[in-house]
């Protein structure tokens, strides 16, 4: 599964980073204002056979370099890739795929409204896309290139995050004003075709992702964070008195408290590990004290940390931190938060204000860090004009066991395909 914030803040569950309707092969589900939903009519089997003809064969092969301009409509940071094409979210609620082969444009599902968008979650093995802007929720079935399902929100209500995990989206809602008394709710539908399965009131900051995998989904309001069954609802734990937790980082089966890259204050929580099943406070390594900026945590327990200073977030240090054996295993010192895992090494763009090295991708072993030799020494990329500092490049990386990336510039808003160094 992959996962695209908008937001610039640290990314809990990324890496790996919806009320009763029809399925993908029987018609979409559409979301009144009133929280109902209604099916919508199916196309034809002629032409529902048709267009996944068609979007099946603009799949097929295997990853090639290639360089795309992306269009007007497609959003910047909301694009995310499976092992068979690149998917981006365009205006509020819309979709584009593409090729995986050669960059072009496969399939399009035209946004409905109008709004910020909030990002994009894509799962392969649900063949969905997910997105979300303002009052809509909205999901494309990646295999036929059509319309799945959306919800929508009254008139004074906005989704203002959402995460998906094994097979069902969870999104924050609140009111559109910060004026009124806060009151979100988390709702829980079905990432296939959208049934809702529950939604409540909760204690979480409006603008902090829930966190979800093993079967429950958990909320954080700085001073408790919350687990929850992800089918039901119903709450099955909360943390201790004390705990401070601004921000929830999720990746494999681990769950880490940071500081929140919102905040305007310059000291910060420590990082704090927690028992996924009771939220109890476990042994964590002691992080560097600085601003936590992003997050991605490996399947074998490794956390990667940017952390920057408070006056200065234009370059920091990407810290490895041992979960499982507390301890810091590493730094690399760099320009930017862009990074993924791919095959047990880390993988992010060389320090921009560096003359003699900036331009490149570099790949780290996870556990021997960016000094390392032999097999396990970094590998670099040739240099490519995507990946200078100026351009400002984010990294998508495709699903499986993949031996490309794309790079997604913001300047010049452009794709690139390029294998992986």
């Known amino acids: 599964m992959r996962q695209v914030r908008m937001t610039?803040?640290?990314?809990?569950?990324?890496?790996?980073?919806?009320?009763?309707?029809?399925?993908?092969?029987?018609?979409?589900?559409?979301?009144?204002?009133?929280?109902?939903?209604?099916?919508?009519?199916?196309?034809?089997?002629?032409?529902?056979?048709?267009?996944?003809?068609?979007?099946?064969?603009?799949?097929?092969?295997?990853w090639r370099a290639w360089t795309k301009d992306l269009s007007g409509s497609e959003g910047v940071q909301v694009c995310g890739a499976t092992a068979h094409q690149v998917v981006c979210s365009t205006g509020a609620d819309g979709f584009v795929g593409r090729s995986r082969t050669d960059g072009a444009v496969s399939w399009t599902v035209p946004t409905t409204t109008s709004g910020k968008n909030l990002g994009l979650v894509v799962?392969?093995?649900?063949?969905?896309?997910?997105?979300?802007?303002?009052?809509?929720?909205?999901?494309?079935?990646?295999?036929?290139g059509k319309a799945a399902w959306s919800h929508g929100l009254p008139v004074d209500r906005v989704y203002t995050q959402?995460?998906?995990?094994?097979?069902?989206?969870?999104?924050?809602?609140?009111?559109?004003?910060?004026?009124?008394?806060?009151?979100?709710?988390?709702?829980?539908?079905?990432?296939?075709?959208?049934?809702?399965?529950?939604?409540?009131?909760v204690d979480a900051y409006r603008s902090e992702s829930p966190a979800a995998f093993g079967g429950r989904v958990y909320t954080t309001d700085s001073s408790k964070v919350t687990a929850r069954d992800g089918r039901t609802g119903d709450a099955l734990a909360t943390t201790t008195s004390g705990t401070k937790c601004p921000h929830l980082i999720a990746g494999g089966d681990y769950l880490v408290c940071s500081g929140s890259a919102y905040t305007t204050e310059d000291a910060f929580p420590p990082l704090q590990r927690l028992d996924p099943g009771d939220l109890r406070p476990l042994a964590t390594a002691e992080d560097s004290g600085q601003k936590p900026e992003r997050a991605l945590i490996s399947a074998d327990g490794v956390l990667m940390?940017?952390?920057?200073?408070?006056?200065?977030?234009?370059?920091?240090d990407w810290n490895a931190y041992d979960l499982n054996h507390p301890r810091k295993l590493w730094s690399y010192?760099?320009?930017?938060?862009?990074?993924?895992?791919?095959?047990?090494?880390?993988?992010?763009?060389?320090?921009?204000?560096?003359?003699?090295?900036?331009?490149?991708?570099?790949?780290?072993?996870?556990?021997?860090?960016?000094?390392?030799?032999?097999?396990?020494?970094?590998?670099?990329?040739?240099?490519?004009?995507?990946?200078?500092?100026?351009?400002?490049?984010?990294?998508?990386?495709?699903?499986?066991?993949?031996?490309?990336?794309?790079?997604?510039?913001?300047?010049?808003?452009?794709?690139?395909?390029?294998?992986?160094?």
Request: hydrophobic share 35%.
């Open 123 to 144: 799962d392969k093995a649900d063949e969905r896309a997910v997105t979300s802007g303002g009052r809509t929720l909205r999901a494309a079935n990646l295999r036929t």
């Open 8 to 62: 610039h803040g640290l990314i809990g569950a990324v890496l790996f980073g919806v009320a009763a309707v029809g399925c993908a092969g029987s018609g979409g589900a559409r979301s009144t204002e009133t929280g109902h939903t209604t099916t919508t009519a199916s196309p034809s089997p002629s032409a529902a056979t048709s267009a996944a003809a068609q979007t099946a064969d603009s799949v097929q092969g295997s």
């Open 333 to 421: 010192h760099t320009t930017t938060k862009e990074a993924d895992l791919v095959g047990g090494r880390f993988l992010t763009f060389t320090p921009g204000n560096d003359p003699t090295a900036r331009g490149h991708m570099i790949s780290i072993d996870l556990h021997a860090g960016p000094h390392a030799k032999g097999s396990a020494a970094p590998r670099v990329s040739p240099a490519y004009p995507e990946t200078v500092d100026s351009a400002y490049p984010a990294l998508l990386k495709p699903g499986g066991d993949p031996d490309y990336v794309v790079i997604e510039t913001m300047v010049h808003h452009i794709l690139r395909s390029v294998p992986l160094p």
């Open 162 to 201: 959402f995460v998906a995990a094994d097979g069902v989206v969870y999104a924050l809602d609140a009111w559109s004003s910060f004026d009124r008394e806060p009151r979100v709710a988390l709702g829980a539908y079905r990432e296939s075709d959208g049934t809702t399965l529950w939604h409540r009131t």
């Open 305 to 316: 940390l940017f952390e920057v200073s408070p006056e200065d977030s234009g370059v920091g």
